[in-house]
Structure formats: structure tokens, C-alpha cells
């Protein structure tokens, strides 16, 4: 009815009342029938038209769109443009802003691989599975050639194929043509082309930090469903388990700082030091590692490469916003801000590790291997998660940190540890090491192990009388007073690998050489 004009209806319901056949109703066109029958004809076609490009417009407003569409509209468009050919890097980089420009378009159904940032991890700078599987279709079907580091534009993408073989011939056609009607798509391809030479490298960064939200909403989401539902009630955490990010007004600075969480716990932990460095004019962002803040389901599908992985991305988004960083990290995350400073990566300037779990009280860890090894026997074998798939623990932080602990996830922190160990000698910047006495958690001993270790010869440990493990949370001995003092003394040094230890002298007392 709504392609239907009042008198229209009224039209076609007269004329439909002296048509008894269909010979009758294909005779409205010829030239002996009235004018009433030449215009309903008329209309009726001018609807029909009308008609099917609605339903092939509803019908492709369904479709899920995802990597290989954006691709696809993204090589037509600029073959479009004259284009023949384009750099990996631009295309990679438009793709991504593609990427995030469609994510804001309410109206388009996306793919879980568009909604979930690891799905297209790697697409800037990295190797993005999706992405690359789809290019090794294109040019097996001489679509696209590579070489040079350019992709080039095969006249192939512009023939016509038939109905019944395009899938077979042009792939890149079909994913264009099944998202074409789809404004928001369309919209963003364009807007990532024309954005793109303009992209600077903190938009970029921020387009980053905006994956690491949606990378936490998808995980929480993903983890609440209820095959994981015995466990999460048990949990008592209650703090938002979301990486943060804190931006001074005025440009970049010259330190930045990112801090990691601990072992069961999520940015939370770090959120109140890090207001403090806000508040001090530090660009600051807290990282959540892979599989902490959502549910243990997460942290025991994860590896420490992954907690690793998460560590570099928030130093890729700080090194937008400072000149130099450095990595505050609290056990585990202390552990893991070494470990990525025995890659030296650029702009640098030094590592504060609190309480690092090099030497863990706990006797119980030399059975873990053992365990988690029987653990994935069972489900190689079987339908279960495992004989003992987690272990509860009391927390002194019960409101930020898990309750259950994965079996995986202790063996892969053994995991990390050994290799730490490993790297310690390639730790080249400045190090501040701080350790309780009597940590509950963390023996003395493997602080002192690290200092000797450690490859720099800019390095001090500071020893803070506590019998707590959550010696940075708690501010416990002026704990976040030192690593203040560390980064005024990274900050008043020209060069990253000049820096001096003169504003920590004041620390004596309980420094160990």
C-alpha cells in the first residue's frame, strides 16, 4: 500500500473487476485499450520497479557484514577512482578506520569479527588472519597481484561474469554488490579513504584504546553466558574490570606512564595511582590483561603471550601521547613490564616493578604442571572441563581480584616467570624494584634474584616493611611515593638512557644495593 497513490488503487481495483484472464490483464498495454488501461499499466510497472528495489534494499540491509565486504567495497572504490593499485599500509590503515567508522553506524549489522577487536587484531601494523585470507583468495582468482609491498588492481575486477559463475570468478564483486545498498557501509568506505592521509598518530591511538573497551565489553559478554554461570556467581569482584586512559589537555608530554595490574585483577587495582599521576599532568593508561575483569572462563582460555600482548598494545597507544614511557607494573604486571623491556622497545625510559613474583610462598605450585597436565588429558578424553579446572582463593582484595583460579592460568604464570628469569640479562633500562618484607605472596628473595639479574646498572630495590602483598593498592610504606620519585627523575633527564637516580636519594634507608 505504500507504493500506492489513492487514485491508483482506486484505478487499478475499477480495471481489476474486467480482467478475467490473463490475456486480458497483458492487453492493458496495447494500443486498442482505453487511456485508464494504458496509465494503470503504466503505474503498475513504474510500482513493480519501485517494489523490487525496496525488497532487494530490505533484503541487503540484512546482510552481516564483515571484513571481507569492507575489502571488497573498499578495492571497488578505488578502482573507482582511477586507482590501479595501492601500498599495503594504506590500504591496511584505511581498512582499520573502515573498520571503525562502520562500528558507529547504528543501522548495519556487523559480524562478530567486526565486533570483537581481536577478531581484526593486527590490521594496522600486524598479521591479521581474516584479512590475510582473504587477499590469498583474491589473488589466487587474479583478481589482485602483490609485490613490492603494494596490492595492484586486476583488470579482472572489472569484467562481467554470469550469475550462475561470479562466485567462482570475482569474489570481490559479491561482497561489494551484497553490501552496495547499505548506506552506512558505503558511507564509511568513503569517509576512511578521504580521512586516511590525515591520520594522525594520536586519532589512531585513540581508535586503539577504543578496541581495548569493546575487546572488554565483548569478553564480558561472551563470559556471561550460562555454561559459565556456576563459577561467575562465586565471583565477588565488583569493580569495573575496563582499561582506562588519562589525557592531559595540552599535547604530548614527555613521560608517559602505563600500568599493569596484577594476577587476578583488573585496572581496577591500578585506577587510584593512576588518578594520582592525572592529576600530577602524567599521560597515563591502564592496561587489562587478557582474560582479567570478565570471568575466570576468560583467564583460563588465555596464555601469558596474550597478557604479554596486552602490555604492547597499551604501550603502542601511550607512544602516541609521550615522548618517552615508562612501565609501572604490580606483581604479575610487574613481571610482565620487565619482560617487555628486555625488547628494548623505543621510547623507553624505565620499569618500576612492585612485588614481582619471581619466588612464590605458595609450595603448593610445584604440583600446577602436574595438575593442569592431568586436567587437559580429561578433556582430550573426554566431555570435561578437567578433574580440578580451578582452585579458590582468598583475596585481599576480594572486591577487585577473582575468586576462582584457573589451574591453566597458575601454570602459564609459572610459564612466564621461567622465561622472565630467562630475559632478565636484556633488561636494559632503569629499574625500581620495591618489595614487602613479609609479603604473604611473594618471597623477598626473588626481588633480590631480579636485581642481580637485571643487565642495567640503573637499578635500585627499595624494601617497604608490610606483611600485605597489595603494597601499590594500599600505598603501603609510601610505596606510591618512590615510584613518583622514579618518574621525576625519568623526567628531568634529556636522554632515556641518561637518566638519574639523584631524586631518590632520600630513599636510603631502605634501599639494598
Not at 590500504?91 to 562502520?102: G, M, N, Q, S
Not at 601511550?318 to 617487555?340: D, E, K, Y
Not at 586436567?375 to 580440578?388: A, K, M
Not at 630475559?423 to 636485581?451: F, N, S
Request: proline content about 5%; some cysteine; glycine content about 6%.
Amino acid at each position: 500500500a505504500e507504493f500506492w497513490r489513492w487514485w491508483e488503487r482506486k484505478l487499478i481495483a475499477h480495471l481489476a473487476r474486467k480482467i478475467d484472464s490473463l490475456d486480458a490483464l497483458f492487453q492493458l498495454t496495447h494500443d486498442g485499450a482505453g487511456w485508464s488501461a494504458r496509465l494503470a499499466a503504466q503505474r503498475t510497472r513504474r510500482n513493480a520497479l519501485e517494489i523490487r528495489d525496496e525488497y532487494m534494499r530490505r533484503m541487503y540491509t540484512g546482510v552481516t557484514v564483515n571484513l571481507g565486504h569492507l575489502a571488497s567495497r573498499l578495492i571497488l572504490t578505488f578502482v573507482a577512482k582511477g586507482q590501479t593499485e595501492v601500498d599495503h599500509a594504506t590500504f591496511r590503515k584505511t581498512l582499520y578506520l573502515a573498520v571503525k567508522r562502520v562500528q558507529k553506524e547504528p543501522s548495519v549489522q556487523l559480524h562478530r569479527g567486526l565486533k570483537n577487536p581481536e577478531a581484526y587484531s593486527g590490521l594496522v601494523d600486524g598479521e591479521c588472519r581474516r584479512l590475510d585470507e582473504f587477499i590469498d583468495t583474491t589473488v589466487s582468482m587474479n583478481l589482485l597481484g602483490t609485490g613490492n609491498a603494494r596490492y595492484r588492481f586486476l583488470p579482472k575486477l572489472c569484467q562481467e561474469h554470469g550469475f550462475d559463475v561470479i562466485r567462482l570468478e570475482n569474489l570481490v564483486a559479491v561482497y561489494a554488490n551484497e553490501v552496495a545498498p547499505i548506506s552506512g557501509v558505503t558511507r564509511s568506505v568513503e569517509r576512511a579513504i578521504e580521512e586516511t592521509p590525515a591520520l594522525d598518530d594520536q586519532t589512531l591511538a585513540e581508535m586503539r584504546f577504543d578496541d581495548e573497551l569493546r575487546a572488554y565489553a565483548w569478553d564480558r559478554q561472551y563470559f556471561s553466558r550460562p555454561r559459565y554461570k556456576e563459577i561467575n556467581e562465586q565471583e565477588t569482584a565488583t569493580e569495573s574490570g575496563e582499561p582506562f586512559l588519562f589525557l592531559p589537555e595540552e599535547g604530548r608530554k614527555e613521560l608517559g606512564v602505563v600500568l599493569v595490574h596484577g594476577f587476578l585483577a583488573s585496572p581496577a587495582e591500578a585506577r587510584p595511582f593512576g588518578e594520582k599521576l592525572k592529576a600530577l599532568g602524567y599521560p597515563v593508561i591502564g592496561v587489562r590483561l587478557k582474560g582479567h575483569g570478565t570471568s575466570p572462563w576468560d583467564l583460563r582460555e588465555r596464555s601469558w603471550q596474550d597478557w604479554l600482548e596486552s602490555v604492547r598494545r597499551g604501550y603502542a597507544v601511550m607512544s602516541a601521547f609521550a615522548r618517552r614511557i615508562c612501565l609501572v607494573g604490580f606483581s604479575t604486571g610487574g613481571a610482565l613490564s620487565l619482560r617487555l623491556a628486555a625488547d628494548c622497545p623505543e621510547r623507553l625510559a624505565g620499569v618500576a616493578a612492585i612485588s614481582v613474583p619471581m619466588k612464590l610462598r605458595d609450595r603448593n605450585m610445584i604440583f600446577v604442571p602436574l595438575v593442569h597436565g592431568t586436567n587437559q588429558l580429561v578433556r582430550w578424553v573426554s566431555s570435561s572441563e578437567g578433574i580440578v579446572p580451578f582452585r579458590r582463593r582468598d583475596s585481599e582484595h576480594p572486591h577487585i581480584n577473582y575468586h576462582n583460579v584457573p589451574i591453566r592460568s597458575l601454570y602459564e604464570l609459572r610459564r612466564m616467570v621461567d622465561e622472565l628469569e630467562e630475559r632478565l640479562p636484556d633488561v636494559q633500562c632503569p629499574v625500581t624494584l620495591i618489595q614487602g618484607t613479609d609479603d604473604p605472596i611473594v618471597g623477598p628473595e626473588g626481588a633480590e634474584l631480579i636485581h642481580k639479574r637485571l643487565g642495567t646498572s640503573q637499578k635500585k630495590l627499595f624494601t617497604v616493611p608490610s606483611t600485605r602483598h597489595g603494597i601499590l593498592y594500599e600505598d603501603i610504606g609510601d610505596t606510591q611515593e618512590m615510584i613518583l620519585s622514579f618518574l621525576a627523575a625519568l623526567s628531568s633527564s634529556d636522554r632515556p638512557d641518561r637518566a638519574t637516580f639523584a631524586d631518590t636519594l632520600w630513599l636510603t634507608d631502605r634501599l639494598i644495593t
